[in-house]
């Protein structure tokens, strides 16, 4: 017999959750919040003192993030199964990672930074007077600040890697 008439199998694509659901639009925005937690790896590998390896996880963790977004993207450019695999897969572990991340960043948020008062010293160079007396002070406000962005991106991811891994099983369990 002859397959010239017949049509392909249709390769499997990412389960639709509902309307307002896109996956492409998800992935993107995921690359984009692996991205900015690779970023705010670098603040953090030179002043948090809390968890003085807290650099490393943003910086794994955005890794994986942006690997279960270019999965999902390659996935829904050019559907196979082999990348729906690859798909359901880095979002999971994506996930799992976002909320390790999620409890490691508020313990480190809710943390009491018990450092020895220190005397402001003021001198003829500082332009303007800070809110905060002491340089330690400081550099605590930012990294407070800094680790509270990284809780709001994963948040953010949390709920991205958690959609895009639903879509991806039902997907492969459908097929």
Same mark, same amino acid.
């Given at each position: 017999?002859?397959? @010239?008439?017949?049509?392909? =199998?249709? @390769?499997?694509?990412?389960? /639709? ?6 996956? %492409? !639009?998800?992935?993107?925005? !995921? ?18 003192? !809390?968890?003085?390896? &807290? ?11 942006? =690997? ?13 199964? &082999? ?29 009491? /930074? ?6 402001? $010293?003021?001198?003829?160079? =500082? ?9 330690? %002070? ?8 800094? $680790? ?25 369990? !459908?097929?």
């Amino acid at each position: 017999m002859s397959s @010239e008439g017949t049509v392909p =199998a249709a @390769e499997p694509r990412l389960h /639709r959750l509902s309307s307002w659901f896109d996956p %492409e !639009t998800a992935a993107v925005v !995921t690359i984009l919040l692996g991205l900015f937690q690779v970023l705010l790896s670098v603040p953090l590998a030179y002043a948090d003192q !809390t968890l003085p390896k &807290l650099f490393i996880l943003p910086l794994v963790l955005g890794i994986v993030i942006v =690997a279960g977004g270019s999965f999902t993207m390659a996935n829904e450019r050019n559907p196979s199964r &082999l990348l729906l695999r690859g798909c359901a897969y880095s979002n999971v572990v994506g996930l799992l990672g976002a909320l390790l991340a999620f409890c490691l960043y508020c313990f480190s948020l809710s943390t009491e /930074r018990n450092e020895e008062p220190c005397v402001p $010293t003021y001198s003829d160079y =500082a332009y303007r007077p800070s809110v905060y007396g002491c340089p330690g %002070e400081l550099l605590t406000a930012y990294c407070w600040s800094v $680790t509270l962005l990284l809780l709001l991106y994963d948040t953010g991811a949390v709920v991205l890697h958690c959609l895009l891994s639903v879509s991806a099983l039902k997907a492969l369990k !459908t097929d």
